[in-house]
């Protein structure tokens, strides 16, 4: 378009940017922001609230407030990406009080608005301010709860541990649950080990959606958890004979405008033998230091040993390795993955953060974590 001379709008760059948001393509958005201030249309209110959003999801919070403290004008789509982006970096109480500028700001809130906030509380287990905005949107706002708020709150009461709360707040929705809020009660379930609960929601889900793959994985995780082998041969025999496929888990990373991706024990980078060699390292520095696998996370009936080598080579391990190895050591890192990050990976990240001396910011399918000296800003609450 522009090699063609052609000049892009604020339609333009928004659509662009949103598209950076979704493949957490950071370098590119940062090009395309310096072409915005180029064409003079960083002041546009459109424009600007792409660009906060854009940051927000791709893990720059500095720079999305950078941009937001910077407009001249706001409407409720920027205070929204703030808000939304606070909440899936596990900053709620930030979120809550851009929440509280913007009713001083005097900017009606709208049902995109309580979706952060009741993200944001679901992700640091704020039970009771979480009932306070979801009950505030109805008496104050007259704003009817969708399913997505009601999923929201499950997530809260199940991320919590009120499983029963949280099976009872479903059963009094005015409208029947879908198979995201029945996905959500699962994997709470598969968190807090409660298979008899678990075993009703992957039937609610597989009479939905007879064919999902997250239904059948979860309840085959949950039955693993528990020592019950049989049954778990009997969920991927039953996945095997409806063609049902798991969703492979893969992570990825950004390095000089390229994007490198990896599987779980993948041997595919040409710089295969240089990452193995610098995890080897990692591993003896990290069990000095007192890592421990957690090979109950793995969920295959086989010895201590292989257990150890399927954690070890999880892809979010070998993204964060290579990122080790091409970039200056003064600087973050930022890994993403379109699961969730396991538990094993989550405790040794921390330990690799505080080794190395660097931060490590990992999003994975449904947050982002910092790791930094041996911390990471979820509270090991996620």
Known sequence: MLRLGMRPDHFTFATVLDTCA????????????????KSKLNED??????LVDMYCKCGNMLSAHEVFDKMLERDYVSWNAMIAGYAQHGHANEALEMFGQMQQEVIKPNHATFVGVLSGCSHAGLLDEGYFYFYLMTQEYDLVPTLEHYACMIDLLGRAGHLDEAKQFIDKMPFEADVVIWRSLLGACRQHGNVELGEHAAGQILKLVPDDAAGYVLLSNIYAAAGQWDDVAKVRKMMKQKGVRKEPGCSWIEVKNK????????????????????LEELAKQMKDAGYRPDTNLVLHDVDEEQKEQFLWHHSEKLAIVFGLIMTPPDTPIQIFKNLRVCGDCHTAIKYISKIVGREIVVRDGSRFHHFKGGICSC???W
């Open 22 to 37: 979704i493949l957490a393509a950071v370098g590119f958005g940062k090009q395309i922001h310096n072409h915005i201030i």
């Open 45 to 50: 209110v459109f424009v600007a609230s792409a």
């Open 259 to 278: 994007v490198h991706t990896f599987i779980v024990r993948d041997k595919s980078h040409p710089q295969t033998q240089e990452i193995y060699v610098k």
């Open 379 to 381: 509270g090991n609450y």
